[in-house]
């Protein structure tokens, strides 16, 4: 039913791949079933050049080791218990990354509500970085694999033409970038994050 896209689609410079990715499918394919959700909301983080990225000043550690690495691994790290999962894009050795904020279920919707919890609305399941992985059982095991890869992968969706553009979330600390136009998503779509 999904096919993973190819790993030329994540050469694309960062902030025309942060758009791109919007419409795109997040699949992952679990033992209990297939569960996939549209792409909706991302977060460019611009390497070495942005206060707001973990790889600032090419700031490189085990946790931002594959950033370097090239376009489309995925880089998985941990935030207050959430695990948060981006795409590393740009060159080889420029340590980008794009987070993926926001996801709309369309694939696996009773797998998610009994990762999510039932007693939660549809719209909250999917609606923030560290929700969505729950939901989608999106683990730092991760870190390091390919989004061409199975069993979790992007896979060609339609593209988004209302697109909202806006300063990232949550990084108050960062001085000037706070406020870069970095954030991109899916105009009006209700599952994007409450920060709007």
């Given at each position: 039913?999904f096919?993973p896209v190819?790993a030329?689609?994540?050469e694309?410079?960062?902030?025309?791949?942060?758009?791109?990715?919007?419409?795109?499918?997040?699949?992952?394919e679990?033992?209990?079933?297939?569960?996939?959700?549209?792409?909706v909301?991302?977060e460019a983080?611009?390497?070495?050049d942005?206060?707001?990225a973990?790889?600032?000043?090419?700031r490189?550690t085990?946790r931002?080791?594959v950033?370097f690495?090239?376009?489309?691994l995925?880089?998985t790290?941990q935030?207050?218990?959430?695990?948060?999962?981006n795409?590393?894009?740009?060159p080889?050795?420029?340590?980008?990354?794009i987070?993926?904020?926001a996801?709309?279920?369309?694939?696996?919707?009773?797998?998610m509500?009994?990762?999510?919890?039932k007693h939660?609305?549809?719209?909250?399941w999917?609606?923030?970085p560290?929700?969505?992985?729950?939901?989608m059982?999106?683990?730092?095991?991760?870190y390091?694999h390919?989004?061409?890869?199975r069993?979790?992968?992007?896979a060609e969706?339609d593209?988004?033409?209302a697109?909202a553009?806006?300063?990232r979330?949550?990084?108050?600390?960062?001085?000037?970038?706070?406020h870069?136009?970095y954030?991109?998503?899916?105009s009006?779509?209700?599952?994007v994050?409450?920060?709007?």
């Open positions: 039913m096919t190819s030329k689609f994540f694309a410079p960062t902030l025309e791949l942060s758009r791109s990715l919007l419409g795109q499918i997040l699949v992952h679990l033992p209990e079933g297939i569960v996939a959700g549209r792409i909301e991302t983080y611009m390497g070495a942005d206060r707001a973990h790889s600032f000043g090419n490189r085990k931002t080791e950033m690495g090239k376009p489309g995925v880089y790290y935030m207050h218990t959430h695990t948060l999962i795409v590393v894009s740009g080889v050795d420029t340590p980008r990354a987070l993926i904020r996801v709309e279920p369309v694939e696996g919707i009773d797998l509500a009994k990762l999510r919890g939660m609305p549809i719209k909250q999917t609606s923030g560290g929700k969505l992985t729950k939901a059982g999106i683990t730092m095991d991760y390091g390919h989004f061409t890869e069993p979790l992968y992007i969706g593209p988004v033409h697109v553009v806006g300063p979330v949550g990084i108050g600390n960062s001085q000037e970038a706070v870069y136009p954030r991109f998503w899916e009006d779509n209700p599952f994050s409450k920060f709007r």
